[in-house]
């Protein structure tokens, strides 16, 4: 599904990330519906770069889909698909690849070198701001204080499991992504 001429990659985006989301798994579609919310009222501090963002938040949890499941790490996946299939530009694979301070995550799951060799991370303005909107989001949307969203986290997935102490060794990273997104925004 390449970008067609006329229209955003934000509007690409919300399309391939419908497809792909709003079915087989809707309250992941009201979460990415969600972060790309967050991520259109970035647009004062991003400038030129708003669009890419908003993309990216419709496509960072792509990776979850039925029909791109192959590691079972949906960055990875997802942003496989981006680059391989989608052809989409190289800074939405990546920020898709890292998102959320995925390395962490990689980590758990023994893809740490897989994940650094096929994708660079993006730049950290960028990075900090898709991790603000995807942890200010809950998985229905709304929008939620990072300490509630790190809470939900780990209640859903219980504090043995690997995304759980991805996250825990995410937060700090995390945290200071939401920090430097507020002060931004201040």
Not at 140 to 146: E, I, K
């Amino acid at each position: 599904m390449p970008i067609v001429e006329g229209v955003t990659q934000a509007e690409w985006a919300r399309e391939l990330a419908k497809q792909l989301l709003e079915k087989p798994l809707p309250r992941r579609w009201a979460h990415t519906q969600g972060v790309a919310a967050r991520a259109a009222s970035l647009a004062p501090i991003l400038g030129d770069d708003a669009d890419t963002l908003t993309a990216t938040a419709y496509l960072h949890d792509i990776g979850y889909s039925p029909e791109l499941v192959d590691t079972g790490f949906h960055p990875l996946d997802g942003a496989r698909y981006l680059r391989d299939i989608a052809q989409a530009d190289g800074t939405l694979c990546r920020l898709v690849a890292h998102h959320s301070c995925a390395v962490n995550e990689a980590t758990e799951r023994g893809l740490f070198d897989v994940l650094t060799k096929e994708f660079m991370p993006e730049r950290p303005d960028l990075m900090d701001a898709l991790t603000y909107c995807d942890m200010t989001t809950g998985p229905d949307g709304r929008h939620l204080d990072v300490g509630e969203r790190l809470a939900e986290i780990h209640s859903r997935y219980g504090p043995e499991h690997l995304v759980s102490r991805s996250i825990t060794a995410s937060t700090p990273c995390i945290l200071a992504a939401v920090r430097a997104v507020e002060t931004a925004l201040r």
